[in-house]
Protein backbone atom coordinates (compact mmCIF):
# COMPACT_ATOMS: atom_id res chain seq x y z
CA UNK A 1 0.00 0.00 0.00
CA UNK A 2 2.86 2.46 0.55
CA UNK A 3 4.13 2.03 -3.01
CA UNK A 4 0.69 3.03 -4.20
CA UNK A 5 0.65 6.21 -2.07
CA UNK A 6 4.13 7.02 -2.84
CA UNK A 7 3.68 5.85 -6.92
CA UNK A 8 0.49 8.20 -7.13
CA UNK A 9 2.11 10.98 -5.33
CA UNK A 10 4.84 10.92 -7.79
CA UNK A 11 3.01 10.83 -10.67
CA UNK A 12 0.57 14.03 -8.91
CA UNK A 13 3.65 15.95 -8.36
CA UNK A 14 4.69 15.29 -12.05
CA UNK A 15 1.35 17.13 -12.92
CA UNK A 16 1.46 19.91 -10.99
CA UNK A 17 5.03 20.89 -12.43
CA UNK A 18 3.76 20.34 -16.04
CA UNK A 19 0.73 22.44 -15.43
CA UNK A 20 2.36 25.46 -13.70
CA UNK A 21 3.08 27.48 -16.51
CA UNK A 22 -0.50 27.42 -18.48
CA UNK A 23 -2.34 27.85 -15.49
CA UNK A 24 -5.05 30.84 -15.16
CA UNK A 25 -5.97 32.31 -11.97
CA UNK A 26 -7.62 30.20 -9.47
CA UNK A 27 -8.69 27.06 -11.76
CA UNK A 28 -10.50 24.15 -11.34
CA UNK A 29 -8.10 21.35 -11.91
CA UNK A 30 -8.78 17.94 -12.53
CA UNK A 31 -5.99 14.84 -12.16
CA UNK A 32 -6.87 11.56 -12.91
CA UNK A 33 -4.65 8.65 -12.55
CA UNK A 34 -5.02 4.86 -13.83
CA UNK A 35 -4.54 2.30 -11.00
CA UNK A 36 -4.52 -1.54 -10.97
CA UNK A 37 -6.89 -1.55 -8.05
CA UNK A 38 -8.18 0.79 -4.97
CA UNK A 39 -6.98 0.36 -2.13
CA UNK A 40 -9.39 -2.06 0.29
CA UNK A 41 -11.45 0.73 2.53
CA UNK A 42 -14.48 0.69 4.66
CA UNK A 43 -17.44 2.25 1.89
CA UNK A 44 -19.82 2.98 4.76
CA UNK A 45 -17.48 5.07 6.59
CA UNK A 46 -15.84 6.89 3.75
CA UNK A 47 -19.36 7.47 2.75
CA UNK A 48 -20.33 8.99 6.71
CA UNK A 49 -16.64 10.87 7.15
CA UNK A 50 -17.04 13.70 5.04
CA UNK A 51 -19.82 16.00 4.27
CA UNK A 52 -20.72 15.17 1.00
CA UNK A 53 -20.77 12.12 -0.17
CA UNK A 54 -22.23 10.37 -3.49
CA UNK A 55 -22.05 6.75 -5.09
CA UNK A 56 -23.65 5.95 -8.08
CA UNK A 57 -23.16 2.40 -10.37
CA UNK A 58 -24.86 0.77 -13.53
CA UNK A 59 -23.74 -2.81 -12.21
CA UNK A 60 -24.85 -3.94 -15.74
CA UNK A 61 -22.64 -1.79 -17.43
CA UNK A 62 -19.80 -2.40 -14.52
CA UNK A 63 -19.86 1.30 -13.99
CA UNK A 64 -19.52 3.07 -10.78
CA UNK A 65 -17.85 5.78 -8.94
CA UNK A 66 -17.27 6.74 -5.27
CA UNK A 67 -17.61 10.47 -4.77
CA UNK A 68 -16.27 11.92 -1.76
CA UNK A 69 -16.17 15.11 0.06
CA UNK A 70 -16.66 18.80 -1.90
CA UNK A 71 -14.10 20.95 -3.26
CA UNK A 72 -17.00 23.47 -5.39
CA UNK A 73 -20.32 23.13 -3.79
CA UNK A 74 -23.41 24.52 -6.37
CA UNK A 75 -27.12 24.49 -4.47
CA UNK A 76 -29.65 26.50 -5.73
CA UNK A 77 -33.19 26.89 -4.30
CA UNK A 78 -36.34 28.42 -6.43
CA UNK A 79 -37.24 28.80 -9.82
CA UNK A 80 -34.03 29.27 -10.93
CA UNK A 81 -32.47 26.02 -10.04
CA UNK A 82 -31.70 25.11 -13.86
CA UNK A 83 -30.59 28.11 -15.01
CA UNK A 84 -28.20 28.88 -11.93
CA UNK A 85 -26.36 25.11 -12.56
CA UNK A 86 -26.02 26.26 -16.09
CA UNK A 87 -24.37 29.09 -15.63
CA UNK A 88 -22.52 28.31 -13.14
CA UNK A 89 -21.26 24.95 -14.87
CA UNK A 90 -20.38 27.76 -17.89
CA UNK A 91 -18.38 29.25 -15.67
CA UNK A 92 -16.29 26.54 -15.26
CA UNK A 93 -15.06 25.61 -18.12
CA UNK A 94 -13.61 29.30 -18.62
CA UNK A 95 -11.34 27.85 -15.98
CA UNK A 96 -10.80 24.39 -16.30
CA UNK A 97 -7.52 22.08 -16.34
CA UNK A 98 -7.10 18.79 -16.39
CA UNK A 99 -5.05 15.77 -18.00
CA UNK A 100 -7.89 13.40 -18.92
CA UNK A 101 -7.67 11.29 -22.21
CA UNK A 102 -10.94 9.62 -21.68
CA UNK A 103 -14.16 11.32 -20.75
CA UNK A 104 -15.13 11.13 -16.99
CA UNK A 105 -17.31 12.24 -13.99
CA UNK A 106 -16.57 16.08 -12.45
CA UNK A 107 -19.97 16.94 -11.10
CA UNK A 108 -22.46 14.64 -9.38
CA UNK A 109 -25.59 15.50 -7.55
CA UNK A 110 -29.40 15.69 -8.24
CA UNK A 111 -32.64 18.37 -7.89
CA UNK A 112 -35.90 17.57 -6.39
CA UNK A 113 -39.07 16.45 -7.77
CA UNK A 114 -39.98 20.33 -7.76
CA UNK A 115 -39.40 23.71 -5.95
CA UNK A 116 -39.98 23.35 -1.84
CA UNK A 117 -38.22 25.51 -0.05
CA UNK A 118 -37.95 22.52 2.68
CA UNK A 119 -36.42 23.03 6.01
CA UNK A 120 -38.12 19.67 7.63
CA UNK A 121 -37.39 15.86 6.23
CA UNK A 122 -35.59 17.48 3.31
CA UNK A 123 -33.50 20.29 5.08
CA UNK A 124 -29.87 18.50 4.25
CA UNK A 125 -30.45 18.68 0.54
CA UNK A 126 -31.48 22.33 -1.09
CA UNK A 127 -33.97 22.26 -4.40
CA UNK A 128 -30.82 21.60 -6.19
CA UNK A 129 -27.72 20.20 -4.91
CA UNK A 130 -24.62 19.45 -7.37
CA UNK A 131 -20.73 19.27 -6.36
CA UNK A 132 -17.13 18.97 -7.53
CA UNK A 133 -15.77 16.12 -5.47
CA UNK A 134 -12.51 16.18 -3.90
CA UNK A 135 -11.76 12.37 -4.47
CA UNK A 136 -13.46 10.01 -6.95
CA UNK A 137 -12.95 6.75 -7.21
CA UNK A 138 -13.76 5.81 -10.31
CA UNK A 139 -14.47 1.84 -12.43
CA UNK A 140 -15.23 1.09 -16.02
CA UNK A 141 -14.84 -1.29 -19.03
CA UNK A 142 -11.74 0.65 -19.48
CA UNK A 143 -10.08 0.34 -16.00
CA UNK A 144 -9.96 2.15 -12.63
CA UNK A 145 -9.45 5.49 -11.84
CA UNK A 146 -8.14 8.24 -9.08
CA UNK A 147 -10.00 11.43 -9.74
CA UNK A 148 -8.47 14.15 -7.20
CA UNK A 149 -9.77 17.63 -8.13
CA UNK A 150 -8.55 20.90 -6.25
CA UNK A 151 -8.56 25.26 -7.03
CA UNK A 152 -5.28 25.82 -7.77
CA UNK A 153 -5.02 28.32 -5.26
CA UNK A 154 -1.95 27.22 -2.74
CA UNK A 155 1.32 26.09 -3.00
CA UNK A 156 2.44 22.91 -4.62
CA UNK A 157 3.89 21.60 -1.43
CA UNK A 158 0.71 22.15 0.20
CA UNK A 159 -1.11 20.30 -2.89
CA UNK A 160 0.72 17.54 -2.49
CA UNK A 161 0.65 17.09 1.11
CA UNK A 162 -3.48 16.92 0.81
CA UNK A 163 -2.95 14.77 -1.29
CA UNK A 164 -0.93 11.96 0.17
CA UNK A 165 -3.38 12.57 3.40
CA UNK A 166 -6.34 11.66 1.28
CA UNK A 167 -5.17 8.68 -0.42
CA UNK A 168 -4.01 7.48 3.42
CA UNK A 169 -7.43 7.97 4.68
CA UNK A 170 -8.98 6.00 1.68
CA UNK A 171 -6.36 3.39 2.44
CA UNK A 172 -6.88 2.95 5.76
CA UNK A 173 -8.39 0.09 7.42
CA UNK A 174 -8.50 1.34 11.28
CA UNK A 175 -11.90 3.44 10.45
CA UNK A 176 -14.56 2.62 12.53
CA UNK A 177 -17.10 -0.16 11.84
CA UNK A 178 -21.02 0.37 11.17
CA UNK A 179 -22.65 -3.36 12.70
CA UNK A 180 -23.61 -4.98 9.20
CA UNK A 181 -26.53 -6.67 10.87
CA UNK A 182 -30.04 -5.28 8.64
CA UNK A 183 -31.96 -3.10 11.22
CA UNK A 184 -34.99 -4.41 12.35
CA UNK A 185 -38.50 -2.35 12.04
CA UNK A 186 -38.92 -1.16 15.65
CA UNK A 187 -42.32 1.28 14.49
CA UNK A 188 -43.76 1.75 10.98
CA UNK A 189 -46.15 4.40 10.05
CA UNK A 190 -48.22 4.66 7.08
CA UNK A 191 -49.96 1.22 6.67
CA UNK A 192 -52.58 0.98 8.27
CA UNK A 193 -56.51 1.01 7.47
CA UNK A 194 -56.67 4.55 8.26
CA UNK A 195 -54.05 5.01 5.60
CA UNK A 196 -55.70 3.01 3.02
CA UNK A 197 -58.91 4.65 3.34
CA UNK A 198 -56.95 8.20 2.89
CA UNK A 199 -55.59 6.43 -0.21
CA UNK A 200 -59.10 5.58 -1.32
CA UNK A 201 -59.69 9.52 -0.80
CA UNK A 202 -56.97 10.72 -2.98
CA UNK A 203 -57.48 8.55 -6.13
CA UNK A 204 -61.23 9.33 -5.74
CA UNK A 205 -60.96 12.87 -6.18
CA UNK A 206 -58.13 12.38 -8.55
CA UNK A 207 -60.73 10.22 -10.67
CA UNK A 208 -63.02 12.92 -10.79
CA UNK A 209 -60.48 15.61 -11.90
CA UNK A 210 -60.14 13.11 -14.87
CA UNK A 211 -63.87 12.31 -15.56
CA UNK A 212 -64.01 15.88 -15.97
CA UNK A 213 -61.02 16.24 -18.48
CA UNK A 214 -59.33 18.61 -16.22
CA UNK A 215 -55.92 16.29 -16.62
CA UNK A 216 -55.50 13.22 -18.43
CA UNK A 217 -53.33 11.04 -15.91
CA UNK A 218 -51.57 12.07 -12.25
CA UNK A 219 -48.95 10.18 -10.54
CA UNK A 220 -49.91 10.04 -6.90
CA UNK A 221 -47.32 9.02 -3.96
CA UNK A 222 -47.49 7.43 -0.48
CA UNK A 223 -44.48 7.16 2.39
CA UNK A 224 -43.73 5.09 4.89
CA UNK A 225 -41.96 6.32 7.97
CA UNK A 226 -39.97 3.82 9.86
CA UNK A 227 -38.06 3.95 13.22
CA UNK A 228 -35.31 1.56 12.91
CA UNK A 229 -33.41 -0.75 15.95
CA UNK A 230 -29.94 0.74 14.49
CA UNK A 231 -27.63 2.26 12.17
CA UNK A 232 -27.81 1.49 8.31
CA UNK A 233 -24.77 -0.04 7.23
CA UNK A 234 -24.48 1.25 3.39
CA UNK A 235 -22.15 -1.36 1.87
CA UNK A 236 -24.30 -3.88 2.72
CA UNK A 237 -27.02 -1.52 1.36
CA UNK A 238 -25.14 -1.35 -1.83
CA UNK A 239 -24.25 -5.05 -1.95
CA UNK A 240 -28.12 -6.23 -1.63
CA UNK A 241 -29.41 -3.69 -4.19
CA UNK A 242 -26.53 -4.11 -6.88
CA UNK A 243 -27.16 -8.02 -6.92
CA UNK A 244 -30.92 -7.78 -6.85
CA UNK A 245 -31.56 -5.18 -9.24
CA UNK A 246 -28.36 -5.15 -11.63
CA UNK A 247 -29.61 -3.06 -14.29
CA UNK A 248 -31.05 -0.92 -12.17
CA UNK A 249 -28.98 2.63 -11.20
CA UNK A 250 -28.10 2.20 -7.29
CA UNK A 251 -27.34 5.57 -6.00
CA UNK A 252 -26.69 7.14 -2.25
CA UNK A 253 -26.39 11.02 -1.49
CA UNK A 254 -24.97 11.85 1.86
CA UNK A 255 -25.90 15.74 2.70
CA UNK A 256 -25.12 16.66 6.26
CA UNK A 257 -26.91 13.98 8.21
CA UNK A 258 -29.17 12.31 5.55
CA UNK A 259 -29.00 10.06 3.58
CA UNK A 260 -30.95 9.36 0.03
CA UNK A 261 -30.73 5.83 -1.48
CA UNK A 262 -32.28 3.57 -3.97
CA UNK A 263 -32.21 1.50 -6.84
CA UNK A 264 -34.12 2.90 -10.34
CA UNK A 265 -34.99 1.24 -13.40
CA UNK A 266 -35.69 4.35 -14.97
CA UNK A 267 -33.27 6.12 -17.18
CA UNK A 268 -33.81 9.93 -17.05
CA UNK A 269 -31.28 10.77 -20.13
CA UNK A 270 -28.16 9.88 -21.34
CA UNK A 271 -26.04 12.21 -22.88
CA UNK A 272 -22.57 11.40 -25.11
CA UNK A 273 -20.99 12.20 -27.96
CA UNK A 274 -23.97 14.97 -28.93
CA UNK A 275 -26.32 12.38 -28.85
CA UNK A 276 -28.87 11.43 -25.91
CA UNK A 277 -30.82 8.45 -24.95
CA UNK A 278 -33.90 8.87 -22.87
CA UNK A 279 -36.65 5.38 -21.69
CA UNK A 280 -40.05 6.06 -20.76
CA UNK A 281 -40.76 3.41 -18.17
CA UNK A 282 -44.69 3.56 -17.41
CA UNK A 283 -47.46 0.49 -16.33
CA UNK A 284 -46.46 -1.83 -14.23
CA UNK A 285 -47.38 -5.63 -13.01
CA UNK A 286 -46.33 -8.19 -10.80
CA UNK A 287 -44.16 -11.09 -11.36
CA UNK A 288 -45.50 -14.94 -11.35
CA UNK A 289 -44.18 -17.47 -8.97
CA UNK A 290 -43.41 -19.03 -11.96
CA UNK A 291 -42.36 -19.13 -15.58
CA UNK A 292 -45.51 -20.15 -16.74
CA UNK A 293 -47.63 -17.77 -14.34
CA UNK A 294 -44.96 -14.98 -15.19
CA UNK A 295 -45.73 -15.43 -19.15
CA UNK A 296 -49.34 -15.48 -18.68
CA UNK A 297 -48.80 -11.85 -16.44
CA UNK A 298 -46.94 -10.56 -19.35
CA UNK A 299 -49.52 -11.27 -21.83
CA UNK A 300 -51.89 -9.72 -19.87
CA UNK A 301 -49.81 -6.74 -19.52
CA UNK A 302 -49.54 -5.99 -23.28
CA UNK A 303 -53.62 -6.51 -23.07
CA UNK A 304 -54.03 -3.85 -20.89
CA UNK A 305 -55.08 -0.59 -22.05
CA UNK A 306 -54.67 1.38 -18.85
CA UNK A 307 -50.76 0.27 -18.61
CA UNK A 308 -50.69 0.83 -22.68
CA UNK A 309 -52.18 3.84 -22.56
CA UNK A 310 -50.44 5.34 -19.31
CA UNK A 311 -47.22 4.42 -21.49
CA UNK A 312 -48.41 6.18 -24.35
CA UNK A 313 -48.34 9.31 -22.44
CA UNK A 314 -44.85 9.32 -21.20
CA UNK A 315 -43.47 8.58 -24.83
CA UNK A 316 -45.36 11.08 -26.16
CA UNK A 317 -44.11 13.79 -23.99
CA UNK A 318 -40.48 12.47 -23.83
CA UNK A 319 -40.89 12.65 -27.82
CA UNK A 320 -42.30 15.95 -27.99
CA UNK A 321 -39.36 17.85 -25.63
CA UNK A 322 -36.67 16.37 -26.94
CA UNK A 323 -38.01 17.49 -30.52
CA UNK A 324 -36.83 20.94 -29.58
CA UNK A 325 -33.44 20.71 -29.14
CA UNK A 326 -33.35 17.62 -32.28
CA UNK A 327 -33.96 17.25 -35.58
CA UNK A 328 -33.65 13.47 -35.57
CA UNK A 329 -35.82 11.84 -32.80
CA UNK A 330 -35.63 8.17 -32.85
CA UNK A 331 -38.18 5.65 -30.75
CA UNK A 332 -39.17 2.09 -30.85
CA UNK A 333 -42.38 1.69 -32.37
CA UNK A 334 -43.61 -1.18 -29.38
CA UNK A 335 -42.45 -1.11 -25.77
CA UNK A 336 -40.81 -4.18 -24.48
CA UNK A 337 -40.97 -5.45 -20.97
CA UNK A 338 -38.27 -4.55 -18.41
CA UNK A 339 -38.19 -7.11 -15.58
CA UNK A 340 -37.01 -6.87 -12.02
CA UNK A 341 -37.33 -9.20 -9.15
CA UNK A 342 -40.62 -8.13 -7.76
CA UNK A 343 -42.32 -6.15 -10.62
CA UNK A 344 -41.91 -5.91 -14.29
CA UNK A 345 -42.44 -2.65 -16.71
CA UNK A 346 -43.32 -1.33 -20.01
CA UNK A 347 -39.90 0.52 -21.53
CA UNK A 348 -39.44 2.14 -24.52
CA UNK A 349 -36.27 3.47 -25.86
CA UNK A 350 -35.80 6.95 -27.36
CA UNK A 351 -32.33 8.68 -28.44
CA UNK A 352 -31.69 11.63 -30.79
CA UNK A 353 -28.54 13.57 -32.16
CA UNK A 354 -28.33 16.77 -30.83
CA UNK A 355 -28.09 20.38 -32.27
CA UNK A 356 -25.16 22.00 -31.75
CA UNK A 357 -24.32 24.01 -28.28
CA UNK A 358 -26.77 22.24 -26.57
CA UNK A 359 -27.33 22.60 -22.60
CA UNK A 360 -27.73 19.58 -20.50
CA UNK A 361 -30.11 21.29 -18.04
CA UNK A 362 -32.13 23.26 -20.53
CA UNK A 363 -32.94 19.79 -21.40
CA UNK A 364 -33.66 18.09 -18.27
CA UNK A 365 -35.63 21.53 -17.53
CA UNK A 366 -37.89 20.43 -20.56
CA UNK A 367 -38.00 17.03 -19.54
CA UNK A 368 -38.21 16.67 -15.88
CA UNK A 369 -40.72 15.69 -13.99
CA UNK A 370 -41.77 13.56 -16.58
CA UNK A 371 -45.29 11.86 -16.70
CA UNK A 372 -44.03 8.90 -15.47
CA UNK A 373 -44.00 10.79 -12.37
CA UNK A 374 -46.01 13.57 -12.95
CA UNK A 375 -48.66 13.14 -14.66
CA UNK A 376 -50.50 15.07 -17.76
CA UNK A 377 -50.26 17.86 -17.99
CA UNK A 378 -47.50 18.68 -16.13
CA UNK A 379 -48.61 21.87 -14.51
CA UNK A 380 -51.90 20.87 -13.60
CA UNK A 381 -51.26 17.63 -12.29
CA UNK A 382 -47.72 19.16 -10.16
CA UNK A 383 -50.49 21.63 -8.83
CA UNK A 384 -52.52 18.68 -7.92
CA UNK A 385 -50.37 16.51 -6.47
CA UNK A 386 -49.27 19.46 -3.94
CA UNK A 387 -53.10 19.51 -3.05
CA UNK A 388 -53.53 15.83 -2.33
CA UNK A 389 -50.38 14.50 -1.25
CA UNK A 390 -49.32 15.53 2.76
CA UNK A 391 -45.30 15.38 2.31
CA UNK A 392 -43.09 16.73 0.58
CA UNK A 393 -41.41 14.32 -2.35
CA UNK A 394 -37.68 16.16 -2.22
CA UNK A 395 -35.73 14.39 -4.06
CA UNK A 396 -38.04 11.36 -4.67
CA UNK A 397 -39.12 11.24 -8.00
CA UNK A 398 -36.45 13.84 -8.89
CA UNK A 399 -33.14 12.89 -10.54
CA UNK A 400 -29.59 12.31 -9.66
CA UNK A 401 -26.75 11.34 -11.31
CA UNK A 402 -23.30 13.21 -13.06
CA UNK A 403 -21.82 15.12 -15.46
CA UNK A 404 -18.72 16.94 -16.57
CA UNK A 405 -17.91 19.92 -18.46
CA UNK A 406 -18.03 18.40 -22.12
CA UNK A 407 -21.84 17.85 -22.14
CA UNK A 408 -21.12 13.92 -21.32
CA UNK A 409 -23.55 13.08 -18.52
CA UNK A 410 -25.72 10.74 -17.25
CA UNK A 411 -29.12 10.72 -15.11
CA UNK A 412 -31.68 8.56 -13.25
CA UNK A 413 -35.27 9.50 -12.32
CA UNK A 414 -35.10 8.67 -8.49
CA UNK A 415 -38.30 6.02 -7.87
CA UNK A 416 -37.55 2.93 -5.60
CA UNK A 417 -36.08 5.23 -2.91
CA UNK A 418 -35.76 6.32 0.42
CA UNK A 419 -34.89 8.80 2.57
CA UNK A 420 -32.63 8.11 6.24
CA UNK A 421 -31.88 10.53 8.97
CA UNK A 422 -31.15 10.08 13.05
CA UNK A 423 -32.87 7.24 13.32
CA UNK A 424 -35.93 7.34 10.81
CA UNK A 425 -36.60 6.00 7.52
CA UNK A 426 -38.89 7.45 5.02
CA UNK A 427 -39.41 5.31 2.01
CA UNK A 428 -41.44 6.21 -1.16
CA UNK A 429 -43.73 4.71 -3.87
CA UNK A 430 -46.10 6.07 -6.46
CA UNK A 431 -48.22 4.72 -9.13
CA UNK A 432 -49.89 6.39 -11.78
CA UNK A 433 -53.80 7.11 -11.98
CA UNK A 434 -56.10 7.17 -15.45
CA UNK A 435 -59.92 6.72 -15.92
CA UNK A 436 -60.50 3.00 -15.07
CA UNK A 437 -57.66 3.10 -12.36
CA UNK A 438 -59.08 0.80 -8.76
CA UNK A 439 -57.89 2.25 -5.36
CA UNK A 440 -57.09 -1.06 -4.19
CA UNK A 441 -55.22 -2.26 -7.49
CA UNK A 442 -53.27 1.08 -7.23
CA UNK A 443 -52.52 0.63 -3.24
CA UNK A 444 -51.40 -2.87 -3.80
CA UNK A 445 -49.04 -1.73 -6.87
CA UNK A 446 -47.24 0.92 -4.01
CA UNK A 447 -46.67 -2.20 -1.84
CA UNK A 448 -44.91 -3.76 -4.68
CA UNK A 449 -42.86 -1.21 -5.19
CA UNK A 450 -41.55 -0.43 -1.40
CA UNK A 451 -40.44 -4.53 -1.51
CA UNK A 452 -37.27 -2.93 -3.03
CA UNK A 453 -35.89 -0.81 0.04
CA UNK A 454 -37.91 -3.05 2.41
CA UNK A 455 -36.59 -5.62 1.64
CA UNK A 456 -33.12 -4.44 2.69
CA UNK A 457 -34.21 -5.05 6.61
CA UNK A 458 -35.65 -8.83 6.10
CA UNK A 459 -32.59 -11.15 6.77
CA UNK A 460 -34.56 -14.03 4.56
CA UNK A 461 -33.95 -12.00 1.50
Known amino acids: MEDFIQNSVQCFSDFLSQCKDKRPSNPLVSFALRVDKFPNNNFDSLLRYFPYSFYFEKPEEKTSMLCLNSVMLLTENGDKRFSSIDKKMNG ?51 GNYLLFNFTYNTSDEKLTEKFQTKLELISSSNQEDITTNAPQIKTLVGNSPKDKKKWKGLISAALEKISNNEIQKVVLARKLEIIRSEE ?44 IELEALAGSAPRGSSE ?70 NILKEIAPTPAVCGMPKDSTLNLIKKLENFKRGLYSGFVGWMNLENVGEFTVTIRSALTFNNKLVIFAGCGILDGSEADLEFAETELKFKAILSLFDENK
Open 92 to 142: LKENFINNWKESFPLIVGGMKFTVEHDDNEWKDFPDSIWFVPELILYSSNS
Open 232 to 275: INFESVKEKLTQKYPDCYTFIFHSGKSFFFGASPEKLAKFENNK
Open 292 to 361: TEDKYLEKKFFENKKDLEEHKFVVDYLKNSINKFSRSVQCSEKPEIRKLNDIQHLATKISAELDNKFSIF
